[in-house]
């Protein structure tokens, strides 16, 4: 995925394995690294 920095995308993938394909992806939130991930932490 493209994504212009400081910014963070998190996904979820259906189903969660690494073998096979996946079906979907389900964007969960994007973060601004600027001042999201302080309250993260």
């Known amino acids: ?3 212009e920095p400081p910014f ?3 996904y979820k993938t259906e189903p969660d ?3 096979g ?3 979907s ?3 969960v ?7 999201d991930l302080t309250h993260l932490l």
């Open 29 to 35: 939130r994007v973060i601004d690294g600027r001042r």
């Open 8 to 10: 963070l995308l998190l």
């Open 17 to 19: 394995s690494d073998e």
């Open 1 to 3: 995925m493209l994504i």
């Open 25 to 27: 992806v389900e964007i």
């Open 21 to 23: 394909s996946i079906d």
